[in-house]
């Protein structure tokens, strides 16, 4: 079994977002660590980008102070692997085409898999040209995470039978944070995906509501909580890891 999968195995899984260097690379790892403390089954971790189309305002905005406070991908991958020495809960890297281009696309999955990262989300990376990267990630044994969105309409059995370690199901129409509440039929999503495969599906929120969270847990075995936890680095900085912590333990109370 792939490390992703098991984060699913103990019941609903909670993955928390966090982009990487918001303020900062040491409090990046501070957050990191309490969320696992706190309950997290999966991080995803972004890599910041400068042109980041799929984001809204709150997560565009920890990218550029990401940036603008010296991320960059070889500091993050020094960053993990500082992390791995003592936590092995499932990581992916979320990030854009770009970034892993620019890098050398072999290079940069490669050192993924020599520092722990067990999945890569692109959301940039239409399904239909997915094979830019997935031999490559197949040769490391990276997970390539397939996405599916309310706009994926036909095509979402599709992508669920070639899905690897789990499907990263979008819950809203547009980019990220730009609408309250989940605005599409997850149910018949989710039992679009049953029909073909019995890989796991993880909702990503936009919300911090719990009603939402408890919603999408019913539906679906994992929840995705991103721009809830960036409000609060932006709100906090460097003193965010306790409030980080709360939220996580609070949302991972109720999808269970």
């Known amino acids: 079994m792939s490390n ?26 501070k957050i990191v660590r309490e969320a696992v403390k706190n309950g997290a089954d999966l991080i995803e971790l972004g890599i910041p980008f400068s042109d980041p189309t799929a984001e809204g305002p709150v997560i565009q905005s920890a990218n550029a102070r990401a940036l603008a406070g010296g991320a960059t991908t070889d500091k993050i991958f020094d960053l993990v692997r500082e992390l791995r020495k003592e936590l092995t809960i499932p990581l992916v890297f979320m990030t854009y085409a770009n970034v892993v281009f620019s890098y050398d696309s072999e290079r940069f999955i490669r050192t993924c898999a020599e520092i722990g990262i067990d999945g890569l989300v692109i959301p940039d990376l239409p399904f239909e040209e997915r094979d830019e990267f997935l031999p490559i990630c197949r040769k490391y044994r990276v997970a390539l995470i397939s996405m599916v969105t309310p706009a994926s309409s036909g095509r979402i059995a599709m992508i669920a039978r070639e899905a690897e370690g789990f499907l990263y199901v979008v819950s809203c129409l547009g980019l990220t944070e730009t609408r309250d509440g989940i605005s599409t039929d997850l149910a018949s999503i989710v039992r679009a995906v049953r029909e073909v495969s019995d890989v796991p599906c993880a909702v990503r929120l936009e919300s911090s509501t719990f009603e939402e969270a408890e919603m999408a847990a019913h539906e679906a075995d994992g929840v995705i909580a991103g721009s809830p936890l960036v409000k609060l680095i932006e709100h906090y900085g460097a003193n965010a890891v306790v409030p980080v912590g709360e939220l996580i333990q609070r949302m991972k109370n109720v999808i269970r």
């Open 4 to 29: 992703l999968r098991k984060a699913f195995e103990k019941g609903k899984a909670f993955i928390p977002f966090i982009t990487c260097g918001d303020p900062d690379l040491e409090t990046t790892g």
